[in-house]
């Protein structure tokens, strides 16, 4: 299996901290890897520098071939690699409907120059995107709220409208940050069936930031464990579990 | 000349430095960018002149004054004003533009109080003092060393006393601040007060060094303020202080003959507004801003 | 009391109504639409209308030449303040443009030869060609008085504002029912949720930013021919908090609100004039002028207060949270 993602060496400082202290590890093509480590550990802020919302201050960030460190979101994001936010971030006063629209690709009419030159491409291109996307509300079981604003939603309904949307993007990596905070069991059931299928039916690599270790051990099958900002451990859940070192990070033992 | 100059630009930007440490004195406790601020400065400015002239009052009962009534109308205007949009939980667009029509009123009411002829503090604007070179009347001196001296007060203030830390507590984290049992109503209402004050003493000091002026001098002096705020960091009360100087400075520098016959003097404002232009393109935050996000 | 039933007076206060819609459109494409706190919306005006004066003046251009590239040469300043400006945080943003639109009146005011000084337009040539700009519209004019079998070029001047401000009401609301409208839409919901989804917010903001001076400088071209000579004193930073409170009377956000907004206020200034009764007869004329605006930013204040989503706003949709 090839590596779709090589993050080499990350650093990044806020003033005299150093969140990320040279983080390595490589993410490989079709996998679900979980992403743990104790608080303050710098797991979100490497997934920031991954989605290219902080540069990081040294180390490369590798996908598919191409370094995508020193790319602002929306670059990274068009290169295939999406993510989700903790608190997910729906678009309030927009319909659900419009937040799937907008998750399109290469859209003709979402250009000034298309909308005048090139309608009926434009016109062609939405119908596909409205097909998709009410395909994707079914998939998540959302379809009754189509034209309900996302600020109406419930916070896990949310999480699954954001799932949607970035899946509507057709990307090769998801990042996901914990996606299963303040879900109900029931929903974190339905959520991990949804990336287990994405994966096997669209391969989809998925990255995930999690503090539940239950989920991550029961959705990963690489786990890397980071710690003060390095990678400590990387392994399957079972070799990480029963890792010493990873143990006394949690402990607080470890330094 | 370039002395001179520089002189001259301290004096300048003494008041701005002024002005700016009360503009982000709120701006740091209630995100507040307060356009009526430099019609507070007016106000402090005519009621300073209301005491001087017609009530026979010295230079410097007048400013007091003036200080005392800027700082009253300060508070009043959280009373009924920004209090309540607080109570809404109003964003800052809501409270730049209610601060847009509040600067509108403000204006207007001096106007229809005082009317827009021109007018002069009673004071001598020939005596004048040579140091090292440099010629400065003694209005001008009065505004550098006032300018010095309240902003060192100032500045001890926010150091050295407990409430003083409080306020700075709240410019870093106002939600934080008030779990932490600080009581923000109180340090609101002071944060108002000083503002005021500072806002009434650098109308007084503009008005005294451009020796007349007219209620529509504050609008003039508003932006070169906020210039300075923004170049010092929005927040900082030493960056306004900073920013202020070098604003004042590289006004009027920028007119030497020494830089290719020296910039016509009538632009000097726009030097004001390019000098932050550029350096909000070197550094988005200000020089002793942090990188908050909008 | 009399002047209260001239059509004459009520034409031309429909004329600034319309003139002020289209300035406000332009607004609520930058900040309704995407969120750009743009406070120096009048600088475009400057922009266009100077333009065009000084092309048709100085240059001996046809009017109808200069107009379009006037119109091109507000959208550039849009493009330049943008590409200099957008990348900074919201509040400084703001304050940038309000020292944009400053520095715009400031070369007007000073730069005699290019634009007449502070005489404005009027000394921009000799007599006779200063007013060419505005001689060649009111042929234009009346051309259109005659074939409509209007008697007043004041009705007429209504008439082609209003349907101007209409067709481009009608296209924004169009361009906004648009993919490319949805995108704006998003980036003033949350721009970082938009640009993680792959979405170049910034040259979205940009257009919108030069889509809305654009906006603002056919308005500047009305306002140079309806009022035939102008200064820079014209175009001082009221105007643009003017056009604010049309986009906050009508509607945040709503295309068709704008017109009402522009009405609303239209009326409300106009309408103070004819404030002869008590208290306000306690004053001279030139001391309700100053009262006038006293109660534009009270009502400014009560929006803000009360109904921050305007007469016709959705509250749902509100963006002053």
């Known amino acids: ?255 | ?294 | 009391m009399s002047i209260l039933a001239s059509g004459s007076f009520w034409a031309f206060v429909g004329v600034v109504a319309g003139i002020y819609t289209i300035l406000a459109l332009g607004l609520q494409v930058q900040f309704g639409f995407a969120g750009l706190l743009n406070f120096g919306q009048v600088a475009f005006m400057a922009i266009s209308a100077y333009t065009m004066a000084i092309l048709v003046v100085k240059e001996g251009w046809s009017t109808w030449l200069a107009a379009p590239l006037a119109i091109v040469a507000a959208a550039v300043g849009g493009l330049f303040l943008g590409l200099s400006s957008l990348r900074l945080r919201a509040d400084y943003f703001a304050i940038v443009t309000i020292a944009f639109s400053e520095i715009v009146r400031y070369v007007a005011t000073n730069d005699t030869s290019l634009t007449g000084g502070t005489q404005g337009t009027i000394a921009l040539g000799p007599i006779g060609t200063a007013s060419e700009y505005n001689g060649q519209w009111s042929r234009f004019e009346g051309r259109v008085q005659h074939a409509l079998g209007f008697s007043s070029s004041d009705a007429t001047m209504l008439v082609i504002v209003w349907a101007v401000a209409v067709v481009l009401l009608a296209l924004t609301w169009f361009a906004l029912r648009t993919p490319w409208g949805r995108v704006l839409r998003a980036i003033r919901d949350d721009e970082d949720a938009a640009a993680s989804l792959g979405k170049n917010t910034f040259a979205y903001k940009l257009q919108a930013l030069a889509l809305g001076a654009a906006l603002a400088g056919v308005a500047g071209l009305f306002y140079a021919w309806e009022f035939s000579f102008f200064s820079p004193d014209d175009f001082q930073p009221l105007l643009t908090f003017f056009a604010w409170m049309i986009l906050l009377l009508g509607g945040v956000g709503r295309v068709w609100a704008v017109p009402v907004g522009a009405g609303v206020f239209g009326f409300i200034f106009a309408g103070t004039r004819f404030l002869n009764f008590p208290p306000f007869s306690w004053f001279a004329s030139d001391q309700r002028a100053y009262l006038r605006l006293i109660i534009v930013g009270l009502i400014i204040l009560a929006l803000v207060l009360v109904r921050p989503q305007g007469l016709l706003g959705n509250k749902r949709e509100m963006v002053l949270e």
């Open chain 2, 1 to 294: 000349m370039f002395l001179q100059l520089v002189a001259n630009g301290l004096v300048t930007g003494s008041v701005y430095a002024i002005a700016a440490v009360g503009v982000s004195l709120v701006y740091g406790i209630l995100r507040l960018v307060n356009f009526a601020y430099g019609d507070m400065m007016a106000f402090g400015a005519l009621i300073a002149f209301g005491v001087n002239g017609p009530l026979h009052q010295s230079m410097v009962v007048a400013t007091l004054a003036g200080m005392a009534a800027t700082a009253a109308l300060a508070l009043t205007l959280d009373l009924v004003l920004w209090k309540p949009l607080r109570a809404r939980r109003a964003g800052f667009m809501s409270l730049f533009l209610a601060s847009i029509g509040l600067a509108l009123v403000l204006r207007q009411a001096l106007l229809l109080a005082a009317g827009s002829q021109p007018r002069s503090y009673h004071v001598n604007p020939y005596r004048v003092f040579v140091l090292g070179g440099v010629r400065l009347s003694e209005q001008q001196l009065i505004a550098i060393v006032t300018a010095a001296g309240t902003i060192v007060v100032v500045g001890l203030f926010l150091t050295l006393t407990t409430v003083g830390r409080v306020l700075r507590a709240m410019a870093d984290d106002r939600s934080l601040a008030a779990v932490a049992g600080i009581d923000v109503g109180r340090a609101t209402r002071l944060a108002w007060l000083i503002s005021g004050l500072l806002a009434g003493l650098a109308g007084v000091l503009a008005a005294l060094v451009e020796y007349s002026f007219d209620p529509n001098f504050g609008f003039e002096l508003l932006l070169p303020v906020f210039a300075a705020v923004v170049l010092g960091g929005i927040g900082s009360a030493y960056g306004a202080l900073a920013g202020g100087l070098a604003l004042g400075v590289a006004q009027e520098v920028s007119t030497w003959s020494g830089f290719a016959g020296g910039v016509n003097p009538v632009y000097k404002p726009v030097v004001a507004f390019a000098v932050l232009a550029v350096a909000l393109m070197i550094r988005p935050q200000g020089f002793f801003g942090q990188a908050r996000t909008g």
């Open chain 1, 1 to 255: 299996m090839t590596a779709l993602l090589e993050v080499e060496e990350v650093v990044r400082t806020f003033g005299a901290v150093r969140a990320v202290d040279g983080a390595s590890f490589a993410v490989e093509e079709r996998s679900i890897t979980g992403l743990i480590g104790p608080n303050g550990a710098g797991k979100s802020t490497l997934f920031a520098t991954i989605a290219g919302s902080l540069k990081p201050d040294s180390g490369r960030i590798v996908f598919a071939g191409a370094r995508i460190d020193r790319r602002p979101t929306y670059r990274v994001a068009r290169a295939g690699v999406v993510r989700t936010y903790q608190a997910a971030r729906v678009l309030t006063r927009m319909t659900v409907l419009d937040n799937l629209l907008l998750a399109s690709t290469r859209h003709p009419g979402e250009r000034l120059a298309g909308v005048v030159l090139r309608p009926r491409a434009a016109r062609a291109h939405e119908r596909r995107t409205l097909d998709r996307a009410r395909e994707m509300l079914a998939l998540v079981r959302l379809e009754s709220h189509e034209h309900d604003y996302a600020g109406t939603l419930s916070g896990g309904q949310r999480k699954l409208l954001d799932l949607a949307r970035v899946l509507m993007l057709e990307p090769s990596l998801v990042l996901l940050d914990e996606p299963i905070a303040g879900v109900s069991p029931a929903l974190r059931v339905e959520l991990l069936d949804h990336i287990l299928a994405v994966r096997r039916d669209r391969s989809i690599t998925f990255l995930i930031v999690e503090h539940d270790l239950d989920f991550v051990m029961q959705a990963a099958d690489r786990v890397v464990v980071m710690n003060e900002g390095r990678v400590i451990a990387v392994g399957t859940p079972d070799e990480v579990r029963t890792n010493e070192q990873v143990v006394d990070a949690y402990l607080g033992t470890a330094h």
